[in-house]
């Protein structure tokens, strides 16, 4: 059973076939098998599986879709994964690909997806996307799945179209979009959220699940870990804490130690 306060490890692929980095699929799984296992020794709740090295990424809307190789790859390394560690799995289709993340949820079991930009208008380096939330959740009705769909808030890498009310906004991602949790992050990959932005958009969501997407790490744990519903780890776990590195053992064990499961949650921040 997963607890209820969740630490995922991100099992960050390698360039899958389609992308120029592509070096095989013997490659990608291989890694995967193994930042996914030392995840699950540290002490990880649950994996979450990533194009990340896709980048430069297709925008993953109805007019700018994945290719069908991410997708089929991401079910493929998800299954294995699992079937590896026994933990049960997120999917996240860079950029922005619920569809594909649903589907690929759908095939393997996979209790979550990630969608970085579920409603509203961002800009990014791959143009402006569009949240498509409509046609995301149509979709899952017709999958009949119940996977739990986290939307990231203020996605890292982006800048909303227009300026927003931070609490209006995030109420209405909570209130109006069908996610079933927010995800905060810092500006970047590897970067913490800030402290002050955590706390507005609490007092704002309330009860409503918030996720930490990014920064989580041993010196800062005793400061955000309380105020969240569940994170997402990746550079911190890394070898020298780099994003290109193969995951540590001993640096999600740190980490883990750091995130107690049995620590409560700060009410308010």
Same mark, same amino acid.
């Given at each position: =059973?997963?607890?209820?306060?969740?630490?995922?490890?991100?099992?960050?692929?390698?360039?899958?076939?389609?992308?120029?980095?592509?070096?095989? =699929?013997?490659?990608?799984?291989?890694?995967?098998?193994?930042?996914?296992?030392?995840?699950?020794?540290?002490?990880?709740?649950?994996?979450?599986?990533?194009?990340?090295?896709?980048?430069?990424?297709?925008?993953?809307?109805?007019?700018?879709?994945?290719?069908?190789?991410?997708?089929?790859?991401?079910?493929?390394?998800?299954?294995?994964?699992?079937?590896?560690?026994?933990?049960?799995?997120?999917?996240?289709?860079?950029?922005?690909?619920?569809?594909?993340?649903?589907?690929?949820?759908?095939?393997?079991?996979?209790?979550?997806?990630?969608?970085?930009?579920?409603?509203?208008?961002?800009?990014?380096?791959?143009?402006?996307?569009?949240?498509?939330?409509?046609?995301?959740?149509?979709?899952?009705?017709?999958?009949?799945?119940?996977?739990?769909?986290?939307?990231?808030?203020?996605?890292?890498?982006?800048?909303?179209?227009?300026? =927003?009310?931070?609490?209006?906004?995030?109420?209405?991602?909570?209130?109006?979009?069908?996610?079933?949790?927010?995800?905060?992050?810092?500006?970047?990959?590897?970067?913490?959220?800030?402290?002050?932005?955590?706390?507005?958009?609490?007092?704002?969501?309330?009860?409503?699940?918030?996720?930490?997407?990014?920064?989580?790490?041993?010196?800062?744990?005793?400061?955000?870990?309380?105020?969240?519903?569940?994170?997402?780890?990746?550079?911190?776990?890394?070898?020298?804490?780099?994003?290109?590195?193969?995951?540590?053992?001993?640096?999600?064990?740190?980490?883990?130690?750091?995130?107690?499961?049995?620590?409560?949650?700060?009410?308010?921040?």
């Amino acid at each position: =059973m997963t607890p209820p306060r969740p630490l995922l490890g991100v099992v960050h692929l390698p360039a899958l076939p389609s992308a120029r980095a592509h070096r095989s =699929m013997a490659h990608v799984l291989e890694r995967a098998l193994h930042d996914a296992r030392a995840y699950a020794e540290g002490g990880c709740d649950g994996l979450v599986v990533e194009n990340f090295g896709d980048a430069p990424f297709h925008k993953g809307t109805h007019d700018d879709p994945v290719p069908p190789d991410v997708t089929a790859a991401l079910a493929v390394v998800a299954d294995r994964v699992v079937v590896a560690t026994g933990l049960p799995v997120a999917i996240n289709c860079l950029r922005n690909d619920g569809l594909a993340a649903l589907g690929v949820a759908a095939a393997v079991g996979a209790r979550w997806v990630r969608v970085n930009v579920l409603a509203g208008a961002y800009v990014t380096d791959q143009g402006l996307i569009e949240g498509e939330a409509a046609r995301l959740f149509a979709y899952r009705r017709r999958l009949a799945s119940d996977v739990a769909v986290l939307a990231d808030f203020l996605v890292k890498h982006a800048s909303p179209l227009a300026p =927003m009310d931070v609490a209006a906004a995030a109420k209405d991602l909570a209130e109006r979009s069908g996610a079933g949790g927010l995800v905060l992050s810092g500006a970047r990959t590897g970067e913490p959220v800030d402290v002050a932005l955590l706390d507005s958009v609490r007092a704002a969501v309330g009860e409503f699940p918030i996720w930490l997407g990014s920064g989580l790490a041993v010196d800062n744990a005793a400061l955000l870990w309380p105020r969240c519903d569940g994170a997402i780890v990746g550079t911190a776990c890394k070898r020298g804490g780099r994003v290109g590195e193969p995951v540590d053992v001993d640096r999600v064990r740190a980490l883990r130690a750091a995130c107690p499961a049995t620590a409560r949650r700060a009410r308010g921040g």
